[in-house]
């Protein structure tokens, strides 16, 4: 699917570039030890570390390369206890926590704005008029660190920085403030950057290949062997899933954005970026990172098993082996790096009929809303939104206008109704966990505290956060229309990811104990022999030279 996306794209040899840079001639092979010309960034949306493994006999293209070729750390960890897609793009290169990053969830609370659901989302910049939460302006602003690509742009102004995602947050927190383009997939007319920003040649012909793609129908895909056992239905609320083949009708958008469709698009508009902008072929070390976004929202709509997420797992390997077969074509010196923002969680449906009884949805009176009118019966306190969050799980925030007896009185309630109920495992305090050091050591020895502190900014994180226990999905039962499966906890179906490198000539190697995704950035900057002092971040250089030598030396 790619090889022809990319060829309608580069149809015409006059197809302007993306950025008027002139090209230059391809560069010499280099040693493995000698900075890459380009650095390829990928992050595989809800790719969780048991997914991978549940495939990995199988990859045959793009994943085969780098499970047996590259370096690989099959234990990769979103450290921190919020496992949503804002804060686990911003760790990945960044080399900097959440707690850091500032990008503590998809979206928080400032219960001091005027919008009226106080809700602030991670990419916008709310201080724009006449936005809200649900008509947003998309914006880098809440990012605090800057991000690999912005550190190498301070070292060397001619580096060129771009990214592509299926989704703006995934864009803009690998791309940074800095990026020199940044794209994502805005709705059926394709791929959209900022407010304001010129729509260049390249991205109109993407968008017209896309909008092409999309006029036609979908006969769907064919079941790969190994999803064959996968492929029986499961019934969640009014929904039944399993057997899907991802069958589109021409026109429909919501079917090519919730399929392999989407990623090979995203991998095109990669290609073809590469290419025009002649990324990787003049004397300075250039960046792109890949959001891929469809897996995600696979797991979502149709959980994280069954054909539909086998056959995603499938056609994505097959698509990343085109596009890496592309740079190699193009005599490329470029390093791969694919992780992902966070794992995820089948639905509970389908964990039942599969040996797992005691999987369930949480209690509906656990969402927000639902818990305010409990505080509000128990303390007698009306007339107001006592509890603010997005819940079931996670931030909660107590309305600012109650004096200090009263927000005593409402802590103390809802402290005690929560601990109290079966499926919460914890409840923690914003002093509790403003109190905790920094987590250090190995991510997966680390305790829920430690992880809640990785997660924690004390400007935008809630008076409480709630975490469920494990095998408990946080989307009730009366809440299942669109998504069936979720993502969010602290546990490691939703904590442990891949993290997978590869470059020509770096002898394979792999280490199975636990790392961070915050170690990618410095591990990438040793190869570009770009200093970032420690005390910026809280990754750490990963060695990528099995045996003797150290790629973290310089």
């Not at 979206?107 to 006449?130: H, I, M, N």
């Not at 301070?154 to 580096?159: R, S």
């Not at 109290?420 to 680390?446: D, L, R």
């Not at 490691?492 to 104990?513: C, M, N, S, Y």
């Amino acid at each position: 699917m790619l090889k022809n996306i990319v060829a309608a794209l580069l149809l015409a040899s006059s197809l302007p570039a993306l950025a008027q840079t002139p090209a230059a001639p391809p560069a010499p092979a280099t040693a493995p030890i000698t900075p890459p010309k380009l650095i390829v960034a990928i992050s595989v949306d809800q790719f969780s570390a048991d997914l991978f493994s549940e495939y990995r006999q199988y990859y045959s293209g793009g994943l085969k390369r780098l499970t047996e070729q590259g370096i690989v750390f099959p234990r990769g960890y979103q450290s921190h206890a919020a496992t949503e897609t804002c804060p686990g793009h911003s760790t990945i290169l960044t080399g900097s926590r959440p707690s850091r990053t500032g990008i503590i969830a998809n979206s928080w609370f400032d219960l001091g704005t005027a919008r009226a659901d106080k809700s602030v989302y991670c990419a916008e910049d709310e201080t724009q008029p006449g936005t809200s939460s649900d008509n947003y302006q998309a914006s880098p602003v809440h990012l605090k660190v800057p991000t690999l690509g912005g550190r190498m742009k301070i070292a060397n102004p001619a580096t060129r920085v771009v990214s592509v995602a299926g989704k703006d947050r995934a864009a803009i927190m690998m791309g940074g403030p800095t990026a020199d383009q940044v794209w994502w997939l805005g709705g059926p007319k394709g791929y959209v950057s900022y407010k304001g920003v010129a729509t260049p040649p390249l991205v109109a012909k993407v968008n017209d290949v896309m909008a092409q793609r999309l006029a036609e129908a979908n006969p769907g895909f064919e079941l790969p062997p190994q999803c064959v056992a996968k492929d029986f239905p499961v019934k969640a609320g009014d929904r039944t899933v399993g057997t899907g083949r991802f069958t589109r009708e021409a026109g429909d958008y919501k079917g090519f954005r919730i399929s392999p469709e989407q990623d090979a698009m995203t991998l095109a508009f990669a290609a073809a970026a590469i290419e025009t902008m002649a990324l990787g072929k003049q004397a300075q070390t250039d960046i792109i990172s890949i959001g891929l976004s469809a897996t995600d929202y696979i797991g979502h709509t149709y959980g994280t098993e069954g054909t539909e997420s086998c056959i995603q797992v499938d056609r994505l390997d097959r698509e990343l082996g085109a596009f890496f077969d592309r740079l190699d074509k193009d005599g490329l010196d470029y390093v791969v790096v694919l992780t992902a923002d966070h794992g995820g969680h089948d639905l509970p449906e389908r964990h039942r009929l599969n040996a797992m009884p005691m999987e369930q949805r949480v209690d509906k009176m656990l969402t927000p809303k639902a818990l305010s009118a409990a505080i509000a019966e128990k303390t007698g306190i009306t007339g107001k939104t006592l509890i603010w969050g997005d819940g079931p799980a996670g931030d909660l925030y107590f309305d600012r206008s109650l004096t200090a007896a009263q927000r005593t009185k409402v802590e103390a309630a809802t402290l005690a109704l929560l601990r109290a109920h079966p499926q919460v495992q914890t409840v923690f305090t914003k002093t509790e966990i403003a109190a905790t050091p920094s987590p250090s050591g190995p991510p997966e020895s680390w305790s829920l505290i430690q992880e809640a502190r990785a997660s924690f900014d004390p400007q935008r994180s809630g008076d409480l956060l709630l975490l469920l226990k494990p095998r408990v999905m946080s989307i009730p039962e009366q809440a299942v229309m669109g998504a069936v499966a979720t993502h969010g906890s602290p546990w490691d179906t939703d904590r442990r990811v891949p993290i997978l490198f590869w470059r020509k000539g770096l002898a394979h190697f792999e280490q199975p104990l636990g790392i961070e995704t915050v170690d990618i950035m410095p591990t990438l900057a040793a190869l570009i022999k770009l200093p970032v002092p420690k005390e910026q971040i809280d990754g750490r250089c990963l060695d990528l030279i099995a045996g003797d030598g150290d790629s973290c030396a310089n």
